[in-house]
């Protein structure tokens, strides 16, 4: 019988599964640590992903991110769920590749085609493709572009993002080091080891795989929210949930059914907290894009205020798993402005929330921060 739980329960229990209640503080957490426990990190803007890292973790700063990822190689940025650009942990690598890259492949065919990118020219162009980063590389992309173009490879417009995460989908290639403020491509079996890539998993395997890691991070959810948040398919999805579904266990969320871990239980019996749980979310970031719909999370009325259509999402205020404002921020020279915009009244103690976080988002870039605060629109 599913277990009844209130909202508040539901949105205490996810904020625990994201990493976002608060972490315990002398804990030691590696960068690698939090990607995998969230089961990656929404990426094609860096530094929201960095972001997103420093709000999961306790200690941390945006060098070691990047250190992670460019020195120690325990994660990786490269193309992954809904075949949009994550962090990842380097250990998954061996099996979440070979689940995923077929299908978005697979998925992107006719605009590939579209965009003059038949089977042909893509086999073609990644054989070039690996010819010169061997020769060459750490290259960007213009950079990579220019050569291909002098191989008889030519990339135009939207063909380039196309092509390029084709290469990466089938494991060919990853986002490398920097160059100045510009991403780099390396070949993949170059930049990491291949004994650091895990072991590769039959294909129930690995859906099963991702279900566990998917329900770990996001549960209670269902079926149709770890298939909006992967964009894999539903059948695949609710086979592997039937594959292990005597590690689920049965809630009840907003009057319909969930799931959560087995291993998750005792979650259930912690009391709520007393004190408000206050985030500064980035762009894009992973809590808004792990479940079909986002009720739960932000009134309708505001809705629009943070995804307006399109890919964008805005960076959000959360208040115990509810979004009550937006904010942004801007760098000058050596300073972080932070401009928040509550859509209703804030209290006192939410407010001293805010200024704790803008805080610590100064830690963790290690430049002086400075908050502004906007009236709220309604």
């Not at 894999?232 to 292990?244: C, D, F, G, N, Y």
């Not at 937006?326 to 859509?343: A, C, D, G, M």
Request: hydrophobic share 45%; aromatic share 6%; with cysteine.
């Amino acid at each position: 019988m599913a277990i009844a739980l209130s909202d508040d329960q539901i949105r205490t229990l996810r904020l625990r599964a994201q990493r976002l209640a608060p972490q315990q503080p002398g804990v030691p957490t590696s960068v690698a640590h939090v990607v995998k426990e969230v089961c990656g990190i929404q990426a094609q803007d860096a530094n929201a992903a960095a972001l997103a890292l420093r709000v999961r973790s306790a200690g941390l700063v945006a060098a070691d991110v990047e250190r992670a990822r460019v020195q120690e190689r325990t994660i990786i940025r490269s193309w992954g769920m809904r075949g949009t650009l994550h962090l990842l942990a380097t250990e998954d690598l061996g099996w979440l590749l070979p689940l995923l890259g077929p299908v978005f492949i697979a998925g992107d065919q006719r605009r590939r085609e579209e965009l003059g990118l038949d089977e042909d020219t893509c086999i073609r162009g990644i054989r070039i493709l690996r010819d010169i980063l061997t020769n060459q590389g750490p290259l960007t992309r213009d950079e990579l572009v220019e050569q291909l173009a002098l191989h008889g490879i030519r990339l135009a417009g939207q063909a380039r993002p196309h092509f390029l995460s084709r290469a990466a989908l089938e494991g060919i290639i990853c986002l490398g080091p920097l160059h100045g403020t510009e991403s780099t491509y390396v070949l993949l079996n170059d930049w990491i080891d291949q004994e650091l890539k895990g072991q590769p998993l039959s294909e129930i395997a690995a859906y099963a795989e991702l279900t566990r890691c998917y329900l770990k991070a996001f549960g209670p959810a269902t079926p149709k929210d770890q298939a909006a948040w992967s964009g894999l398919s539903i059948s695949k999805i609710r086979a592997a949930w039937q594959h292990i579904a005597d590690q689920f266990i049965e809630v009840e969320v907003v009057g319909s059914p969930a799931w959560m871990l087995k291993i998750r239980a005792a979650l259930l019996d912690e009391p709520l907290s007393h004190f408000p749980i206050i985030r500064l979310l980035p762009y894009f970031d992973t809590y808004l894009l792990g479940y079909q719909n986002r009720n739960l999370c932000v009134s309708p009325l505001y809705a629009k205020r943070i995804n307006a259509g399109g890919g964008m999402v805005h960076p959000t205020v959360l208040v115990d798993g509810r979004i009550v404002g937006i904010w942004k921020s801007k760098r000058e020279k050596n300073q972080l402005t932070v401009n928040v915009e509550p859509f209703e009244p804030l209290m006192t103690e939410v407010l001293a929330g805010i200024e704790t976080e803008v805080a610590d988002i100064a830690r963790f870039l290690e430049v002086p921060a400075l908050l502004h605060m906007t009236h709220h629109t309604p």
